[in-house]
């Protein structure tokens, strides 16, 4: 991260996301064009910043190409930043999916249970901490 970011930082989200942007460009610029991820650069990228989500989540080469495939919706042949946010996106979303072992959490869910407001004793406690994406529920 650059100097001139530290101090635009606030929060751990913000530094993820500054985070994102220069694992982005530490890949693209490998390539032929410095704002895109060749398919080697991807599969790289996946490889070694997100082994763990490859292994739970992607798990082959296969579904990696299937997913770079997918995410190509320009049909060029690089991932512009976009693209690789919306992968990204899609693997933490099957990876937090997983942890809950549900196809779609918020699917027929109340969006009000288990939100501030609440009486202590419906707070939001799932019970399983350390369930395998690094956070836990409650609050």
């Known amino acids: 991260m650059s100097a001139s970011r530290v101090s635009q930082v606030k929060t751990p989200t913000e530094k993820a996301m500054f985070d994102i942007i220069d694992v982005f460009h530490k890949f693209s610029e490998r390539g032929g064009y410095e704002d895109g991820l060749e398919k080697k650069e991807f599969e790289d990228m996946?490889?070694?910043?997100?082994?763990?989500?490859?292994?739970k989540v992607v798990k082959t080469h296969e579904n990696l190409e299937k997913i770079y495939k997918k995410a190509n919706v320009d049909g060029n042949k690089w991932l512009c930043f976009k693209e690789v946010v919306m992968v990204l996106s899609s693997i933490a979303n099957d990876s937090h999916n997983r942890s809950h072992q549900e196809e779609n959490p918020c699917e027929g869910s109340n969006?009000?249970?288990?939100r501030p407001g609440q009486a202590p004793s419906q707070g939001h406690d799932h019970g399983h901490e350390g369930h395998g994406h690094g956070h836990s529920h409650r609050h």
């Open 46 to 55: 996946i490889h070694q910043e997100a082994p763990h989500f490859y292994e």
């Open 111 to 114: 969006p009000t249970q288990g």
